[in-house]
C-alpha cells in the first residue's frame, strides 16, 4: 500500500482537496462569460457570433440557504435551457435528479417571465438540452440516456433524455475540464489528497495546454476552492471513510489504519466511532484490526 501524507509539521490545520473539488472547478470556471460561452459553443460550434451578454448563469439555488443546487444552468437568449453536470461517479440516479431540476428551472422562468402558468394563454418555454460530463474511469457506451427507458421500461407518459459527454466524444474546454479531472484523480492516487496533488495537477495541465489560460490567470483562487482546511484528526479519518466507502479498502494508507487501529487498541477510540469513520460494520473493523495483529 502507498502512504499518504497529510500531515502538515508548521501547523495543526492543514488543507487537503476537497472530496468535490472538481465540481468546485467546474462551477468556477463557468461562471466566467469568456468559459461560458465556450461550453455553449462546444455543443453550438456553428453559432459562432453568440455574445457573451446573450448567456445568463441559470444554476438553481436555495431560497433559504442560497446554496446551489446543480452544477450549471445556462439560459441562452431566452430560447434555449443548457443544463449541465459533472460526474465522477456514473449513476443512472442523475436522471431523476435532472427531471427535478429542469420542472424547477421552467417554474423560475415562467415566475421570472411574469408569465401565468394556470392561465388559458399558453406560456412560452425555453427548449432544454441536457448535458452529463462524465470524468470518472468507466467506460460509458451510451451518448443518451433516458429516464422513460430505464426508470420505466418505455411504458410511462414522461420522459427525458441526457446526453453523455465522455473524454471520446467531447471537444474543446469541456475535453480539457476532462483531462483535468482525471489528471486530478490520478494525482490524488499518487500523492493522496494534498497540496502536491492540487500543485501537480495545474502544473501538468498548464504545460500541455488543459485550462492553460484559465489556471494560469485563476491560479490562486484555483488552489483555494479545491481545498479545505483540516485539523490532523478529522482529516485522518474523513480519507480512511471516503477510501472505504468507495470500495477501495486497498487504497487506505498505512498510516491511516494504524492510527486509527492504535487508537482503537489504546482505548481513544471506540469501535463504533472508528467503524463509523470507516464506514463499515464493527466486525468488518474488527477484521481490519486483526490485520494489523
Given amino acids: 500500500m502507498k502512504k499518504i501524507s497529510i500531515k502538515n ?4 490545520n492543514f488543507k487537503v482537496v476537497k472530496k468535490n473539488a472538481k465540481s468546485s472547478v467546474f462551477t468556477h470556471i463557468f461562471s466566467i462569460p469568456k468559459y461560458k460561452r465556450e461550453l ?5 460550434p456553428k453559432d459562432k457570433n453568440i455574445e457573451d451578454k446573450e448567456i445568463k448563469t441559470w444554476t438553481l439555488s436555495s431560497t433559504f440557504t442560497n446554496i446551489q443546487i446543480n452544477d450549471l444552468g445556462l439560459l441562452v437568449r431566452d430560447i434555449i435551457l443548457l443544463l449541465v453536470e459533472a460526474q465522477s461517479v456514473w449513476t443512472l440516479n442523475i436522471l431523476p435528479r435532472v427531471f427535478e431540476y429542469l420542472a424547477e428551472s421552467f417554474n423560475r422562468y415562467v415566475i421570472e417571465t411574469n408569465q401565468n402558468i394556470y392561465g388559458t394563454k399558453k406560456v412560452n418555454l425555453p427548449k432544454p438540452e441536457l448535458y452529463v460530463l462524465y470524468t470518472g474511469k468507466k467506460q460509458i457506451k451510451e451518448k443518451i440516456i ?9 411504458e410511462a407518459p414522461i420522459d427525458i433524455k441526457i446526453n453523455v459527454i465522455t473524454l471520446k466524444n467531447a471537444s474543446k474546454i469541456v475535453k480539457e475540464y476532462i483531462k483535468f479531472s482525471k489528471e486530478l484523480d490520478k494525482n490524488n492516487e499518487k500523492y493522496g489528497f ?3 496533488s492540487i500543485n501537480e495537477t495545474i502544473k501538468y495541465c498548464i504545460e500541455h495546454n ?25 482529516a485522518t479519518y474523513m480519507y480512511g471513510r471516503e477510501q472505504y466507502a468507495e470500495g477501495k479498502s486497498e487504497g487506505i494508507s498505512e498510516g491511516i489504519m494504524n492510527i486509527l487501529v492504535r487508537q482503537f487498541r489504546d482505548k481513544k477510540i471506540s469501535i463504533e466511532d472508528a467503524a463509523n469513520y470507516l464506514n463499515v460494520t464493527k466486525s468488518e473493523f474488527i477484521k481490519l484490526v486483526n490485520t494489523k495483529s
Avoid at 455553449?40 to 453550438?44: A, E, G, R
Avoid at 489560460?213 to 478529522?234: A, C, F, G, P, R
Fill in 146 to 154: 433516458c429516464l422513460n427507458k430505464e426508470f420505466f421500461h418505455n
Fill in 9 to 12: 509539521k508548521n501547523s495543526r
Fill in 210 to 234: 488543459i485550462l492553460r489560460e484559465y489556471l494560469t490567470e485563476n491560479k490562486k483562487e484555483v488552489y483555494n476552492i479545491m481545498t479545505s482546511v483540516y485539523d490532523q484528526k478529522t
Fill in 194 to 196: 494534498t497540496k502536491k
Fill in 40 to 44: 455553449y459553443l462546444s455543443f453550438h
